[in-house]
């Protein structure tokens, strides 16, 4: 979900420039909220939001973006007066979804290394109630370079506690002037590792402990969770796009219909926010835990379910797994029945969730590559679907079907036996494949495959294999077999089908 750089301006057909005098701005609200980062994700899913509830008249605020890191995109949004066009494409409720969506809920971008005064002056601003974020997984870190009077801070921790404690000495401790941070890091209960990234640099900086009975009582940190597919811009369809639309946009974005918000609460904030009023998918919980483990087995363990098999068998992209019935089938059919038992929300409200993956999986607009979703996926499979096959073994007395093939097609998939450029290579049809992962896991799945690089395979070499692979406990962090009983007979069973007859012959057998 991170953000690549802006595409160029359309050239050759003279359109103009997307500014505020083109787009004739509304009234220009208050900045309720600041962003920390200013990349795609975050322009097509929280500001896209806040235009919405702004053009319903519930929010009347704006954004103001922070530029993260000292070379970003604040002079590409400047430049347009902080305005961008959001590409929403997909299936929804079984249509094709096409539009185009003009946002003007961005003041503006600061570069806080050529302006920090400009940064400053935001922790002084009464209207502030909001800060958002998106840095990436390695943004919440403590950096011990950081220091109370840089200009600023290298890290994202570092920005936000100074400018905290510039409003908790701005307002001298008013608890009124409390933010709420809502980070969007894809890192589970991120705003827990927010809060003690801020405790920790105050503490470095020996900050006074009113300041931080102030952060405690007076501040939020929520945990959320975000998804929605962003493609960024579109640059093979700009021209196209901008043509139809009648101006340059050097920010216009792309993303999939579909969008989520699951956030995480202390105390209530629907009022301030409401999302939902606008028809917008944010849910409020006490407790984001089984939200993300609806998002983690359905939506990311139906892609590693599926992709490697479908990969063997001759397809490329989710949407081709999609259009084929046999793989169509492993995807629904293995959510329905062998995911879905696994968790604890209301039945109900994971089909539905279910439906909504049909529907982003068979997207036309994304072209999802498999090999691009098949780097790292023994630990993918790990975290994605371990724990469901370990649930649906306690819950049903048996192995789930569907999956223990996804694990036999995981290890066919690796089967390699020549390392290159850090990456172990494999055999399609006669075509070399990289297969990507860190390099203790491409050791031990060519030492496993060493005495058979390709071929057919016999069910009892295909259980010698098997039986290394799963025994290994520094791939697993178990001994699979013992965990699930008869694994590796079946696992065995299927990956001897595979490596003989093909995936496609292995998943009809299932």
Same mark, same amino acid.
């Given at each position: 979900?991170?953000?690549?750089?802006?595409?160029?301006?359309?050239?050759?057909?003279?359109?103009?420039?997307?500014?505020?005098?083109?787009?004739?701005?509304?009234?220009?609200?208050?900045?309720?909220?600041?962003?920390?980062?200013?990349?795609?994700?975050?322009?097509?899913?929280?500001?896209?939001?806040?235009?919405?509830?702004?053009?319903?008249?519930?929010?009347?605020?704006?954004?103001?973006?922070?530029?993260?890191?000292?070379?970003?995109?604040?002079?590409?949004?400047?430049?347009?007066?902080?305005?961008?066009?959001?590409?929403?494409?997909?299936?929804?409720?079984?249509?094709?979804?096409?539009? #185009?969506?003009? =946002?003007?809920?961005?003041? @503006?971008?600061?570069?806080?290394?050529?302006? $920090?005064? *400009?940064?400053? %002056?935001? &922790?002084?601003?009464?209207?502030?109630?909001?800060?958002?974020?998106?840095?990436?997984?390695?943004?919440?870190?403590?950096?011990?370079?950081?220091?109370?009077?840089?200009?600023?801070?290298?890290?994202?921790?570092?920005?936000?506690?100074?400018?905290?404690?510039?409003?908790?000495?701005?307002?001298?401790?008013?608890?009124?002037?409390?933010?709420?941070?809502?980070?969007?890091?894809?890192?589970?209960?991120?705003?827990?590792?927010? #809060?003690?990234? =801020?405790?920790?640099?105050? @503490?470095?900086?020996?900050?006074?402990?009113? $300041?931080? *009975?102030?952060? %405690?009582? &007076?501040?939020?940190?929520?945990?959320?969770?975000?998804?929605?597919?962003?493609?960024?811009?579109?640059?093979?369809?700009?021209?196209?796009?901008?043509?139809?639309?009648?101006?340059?946009?050097?920010?216009?974005?792309?993303?999939?219909?579909?969008?989520?918000?699951?956030?995480?609460?202390?105390?209530?904030?629907?009022?301030?926010?409401?999302?939902?009023?606008?028809?917008?998918?944010?849910?409020?919980?006490?407790?984001?835990?089984?939200?993300?483990?609806?998002?983690?087995?359905?939506?990311?363990?139906?892609?590693?379910?599926?992709?490697?098999?479908?990969?063997? &068998?001759?397809?490329?992209?989710?949407?081709?797994?999609?259009?084929?019935?046999?793989?169509?089938?492993?995807?629904?059919?293995?959510?329905?029945?062998?995911?879905?038992?696994?968790?604890?929300?209301?039945?109900?409200?994971?089909?539905?969730?279910?439906?909504?993956?049909?529907?982003?999986?068979?997207?036309?607009?994304?072209?999802?590559?498999?090999?691009?979703?098949?780097?790292?996926?023994?630990?993918?499979?790990?975290?994605?679907?371990?724990?469901?096959?370990?649930?649906?073994?306690?819950?049903?007395?048996?192995?789930?079907?569907?999956?223990?093939?996804?694990? &036999?097609?995981?290890?066919?998939?690796?089967?390699?036996?020549?390392?290159?450029?850090?990456?172990?290579?494999?055999?399609?049809?006669?075509?070399?494949?990289?297969?990507?992962?860190?390099?203790?896991?491409?050791?031990?799945?060519?030492?496993?495959?060493?005495?058979?690089?390709?071929?057919?395979?016999?069910?009892?070499?295909?259980?010698?294999?098997?039986?290394?692979?799963?025994?290994?406990?520094?791939?697993?962090?178990?001994?699979?077999?013992?965990?699930?009983?008869?694994?590796?007979?079946?696992?065995?069973?299927?990956?001897?089908?595979?490596?003989?007859?093909?995936?496609?012959?292995?998943?009809?057998?299932?």
């Amino acid at each position: 979900m991170s953000a690549p750089a802006p595409g160029p301006p359309a050239e050759g057909h003279g359109l103009p420039r997307l500014d505020g005098a083109l787009a004739k701005l509304p009234v220009h609200h208050p900045e309720r909220v600041l962003q920390f980062g200013e990349g795609n994700f975050l322009r097509a899913f929280v500001d896209w939001m806040l235009d919405r509830m702004n053009g319903a008249g519930l929010f009347n605020g704006r954004a103001v973006l922070v530029q993260p890191i000292a070379h970003g995109m604040a002079d590409a949004i400047n430049a347009q007066d902080g305005l961008f066009t959001v590409v929403l494409r997909g299936r929804q409720d079984g249509q094709i979804v096409d539009t #185009r969506e003009l =946002v003007t809920a961005v003041s @503006r971008c600061i570069d806080p290394y050529r302006d $920090f005064e *400009a940064f400053a %002056e935001c &922790a002084r601003n009464p209207e502030l109630r909001f800060v958002v974020s998106n840095t990436t997984e390695a943004g919440i870190r403590v950096d011990p370079a950081d220091a109370l009077d840089a200009r600023p801070c290298s890290s994202f921790p570092g920005k936000l506690t100074q400018l905290l404690y510039l409003r908790f000495q701005c307002f001298a401790g008013d608890p009124a002037r409390g933010l709420v941070m809502l980070p969007c890091e894809l890192i589970e209960r991120n705003g827990d590792h927010l #809060r003690r990234a =801020v405790e920790e640099t105050a @503490r470095r900086w020996a900050l006074p402990a009113a $300041f931080l *009975a102030w952060l %405690e009582q &007076a501040c939020l940190f929520t945990n959320t969770l975000v998804d929605r597919i962003v493609t960024g811009y579109p640059k093979d369809e700009a021209d196209e796009l901008q043509a139809a639309l009648g101006y340059q946009d050097r920010l216009l974005v792309a993303a999939e219909v579909f969008h989520a918000w699951v956030i995480e609460s202390a105390r209530p904030l629907e009022a301030e926010l409401p999302f939902r009023r606008v028809g917008l998918d944010v849910i409020w919980t006490d407790d984001v835990g089984p939200y993300r483990e609806r998002k983690v087995r359905i939506l990311n363990g139906a892609h590693t379910m599926s992709v490697l098999a479908a990969y063997l &068998a001759g397809l490329d992209t989710v949407g081709a797994c999609m259009a084929d019935p046999a793989f169509r089938g492993l995807i629904e059919a293995g959510i329905a029945e062998e995911i879905l038992p696994t968790l604890t929300l209301p039945r109900g409200e994971l089909e539905s969730f279910a439906r909504s993956v049909s529907e982003r999986f068979a997207n036309p607009f994304i072209k999802h590559q498999l090999l691009s979703i098949s780097l790292n996926s023994v630990s993918k499979f790990k975290a994605r679907i371990l724990g469901t096959m370990l649930d649906y073994r306690r819950l049903r007395g048996q192995l789930p079907r569907r999956l223990t093939f996804a694990l &036999a097609a995981l290890v066919a998939f690796y089967r390699g036996t020549v390392l290159r450029d850090g990456a172990l290579l494999g055999r399609r049809a006669g075509a070399e494949y990289r297969i990507q992962d860190d390099p203790p896991v491409l050791a031990t799945f060519q030492q496993a495959w060493s005495a058979h690089p390709e071929g057919p395979l016999s069910l009892a070499d295909a259980t010698v294999v098997s039986s290394a692979i799963l025994s290994n406990r520094d791939l697993w962090g178990q001994d699979l077999e013992p965990a699930l009983p008869g694994l590796t007979v079946a696992v065995a069973g299927h990956l001897a089908t595979i490596c003989t007859e093909g995936a496609r012959a292995a998943l009809a057998r299932v």
